[in-house]
């Protein structure tokens, strides 16, 4: 059956595509687009007063399937992507077990398959076995299967060796090392930033240097291998400059920064010790923030990614030091880059676009998805100006962990498409 999206905006870089028109869409892909496109018979859908863009992608989020079911499974998962305006996820393999052979990727992307889930859902195995940094994982068996990316997200591999020589693998099958850059003998038993919040509350802290470390000795490994480096959830102005300064002399280093490091800070940590501001890495300086910002506007950070961390309310109702590091993400990453971002003029739609649809999908290798006549019609649709309270009409998320919970965001994603069908419309997940 045909389907024509009416009155939008479309926006879309790829294209050089900024215009009013219309979307007509049959079997799974935009057939006709443009301002008086229309359709004998199907459905219509006046969507007046909203954007069009290619469908988001969030290339770094955790989704518990299998072990933690407790915590989010694929099915909330997928349901949190399509309200927070996604229509792909990347899953983080330190699943229970860890996703690190060819038969639990397969897992994941059949059980994904069969559950019919509207977002699409993309699977990086692990690193090493186990998330242990010692054995390198069965990354062949796990590339068949339909890995796209490997990391041992959760955790830095912290042996330099075991680390280049996973990185050589990476580069024989063409796809990116994810790196999360902790040194642990440096990050010790920190839970925030070292430096004023750990002093001012009594925390063990976090040296910026434990994640910049890593992130010079991963670069150098890249260089020596030849590999592809992603460097995950970046949260310091040196860590942009060592990014900054790897991709000058031509190395194929991309990074990503959430929209928690991007827009909280540790001044944001009082008294009150709200374990939802307890994230791995930790919430760094403002300074920090202002350089991240100014680094995704430049497009030295390639991309915005969430690191969806959903834990359960009675894990995070322990004390700081012990609830466990991590905050949701998906259903306010894209209103946060809204409201804090584009509307203040700091990032066009068109580097939202290319920063949160087309970069996750160029790093992972896969099919570009855009507003062009043959497209998949995987789009997201979204209203500027609808003004919301995060966590007001609840999640879809099992976890109510939301380092956001309460603000107060302009913009929002109203309607999904994933080939063709709705995973959301007009806000309601279907
Ligand atoms: O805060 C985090 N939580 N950072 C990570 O790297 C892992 C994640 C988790 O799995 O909970």
Same mark, same amino acid.
């Given at each position: ?47 007046s007063g909203r954007i069009a863009l290619p469908g988001l992608m969030d290339m770094h989020v955790h989704l518990r399937e299998p072990g933690e079911e407790y915590k989010e ?128 509350l009594g925390l063990a802290g976090w040296a910026a240097a434990a994640e910049e470390f890593m992130i ?17 959830? #970046?949260?310091? %102005?040196?860590? =942009? /400059?060592?990014?900054?300064? @790897?991709?000058? $002399?031509? !190395? ?94 700091? #990032?066009?739609? %068109?580097?939202? =676009? /290319?920063?949160?649809?087309? @970069?996750?999908? $160029?790093? !992972? ?66």
């Amino acid at each position: 059956m045909a389907l024509l999206l009416e009155n939008l905006r479309c926006i879309d870089p790829a294209l050089g595509l900024d215009e009013h028109c219309n979307l007509a869409i049959k079997d799974g892909r935009i057939v006709a687009r443009g301002p008086d496109v229309d359709i004998e018979k199907g459905v219509r859908r006046d969507l007046s007063g909203r954007i069009a863009l290619p469908g988001l992608m969030d290339m770094h989020v955790h989704l518990r399937e299998p072990g933690e079911e407790y915590k989010e499974d694929l099915a909330s998962g997928a349901r949190a992507a399509a309200r927070g305006g996604f229509t792909a996820v990347l899953a983080m393999p330190n699943t229970v077990p860890v996703c690190d052979t060819g038969s639990r990727v397969a897992f994941v992307l059949d059980k994904a398959a069969q559950a019919g889930l509207r977002t699409r859902i993309f699977v990086a195995g692990a690193l090493t076995q186990g998330l242990k940094g010692t054995s390198l994982a069965e990354m062949g068996d796990m590339h068949r299967a339909g890995a796209v990316a490997f990391t041992d997200d959760g955790r830095g591999v912290q042996d330099s060796g075991v680390a280049r020589r996973a990185m050589e693998y990476c580069r024989q099958f063409g796809t990116p090392v994810l790196s999360h850059c902790q040194a642990e003998d440096l990050a010790g038993a920190g839970v925030v930033n070292e430096g004023v919040a750990s002093t001012r509350l009594g925390l063990a802290g976090w040296a910026a240097a434990a994640e910049e470390f890593m992130i010079a000795r991963d670069i150098a490994l890249a260089e020596l291998t030849g590999s592809a480096l992603h460097i995950q959830h #970046l949260t310091t %102005a040196r860590g =942009v /400059e060592l990014v900054r300064a @790897a991709r000058e $002399r031509g !190395l194929p280093i991309s990074s990503e920064v959430t929209p928690h490091h991007l827009f909280l800070n540790e001044d944001c940590l009082d008294e009150d010790y709200n374990t939802a501001l307890k994230v791995n890495p930790p919430l760094r300086t403002q300074a920090d923030n202002r350089a991240l910002q100014g680094a995704l506007a430049e497009g030295v950070i390639d991309c915005v990614a969430s690191d969806h961390a959903p834990h359960a309310a009675h894990e995070k109702a322990l004390e700081f030091e012990l609830a466990p590091f991590g905050t949701t993400g998906l259903e306010t990453s894209l209103a946060l880059v809204l409201t804090h971002l584009v509307r203040p003029g700091l #990032l066009s739609y %068109a580097q939202l =676009v /290319e920063r949160m649809a087309h @970069a996750p999908r $160029r790093i !992972l290798g896969l099919e570009p998805v855009s507003l062009s006549v043959g497209s998949v019609a995987d789009i997201t649709v979204l209203d500027p100006e609808l003004r919301w309270t995060a966590g007001a009409d609840g999640w879809e998320s099992k976890s109510e962990g939301s380092a956001f919970a309460g603000s107060t965001l302009i913009g929002r994603a109203t309607d999904v498409y994933v080939g063709g069908y709705a995973s959301l419309q007009d806000g309601a997940v279907q």
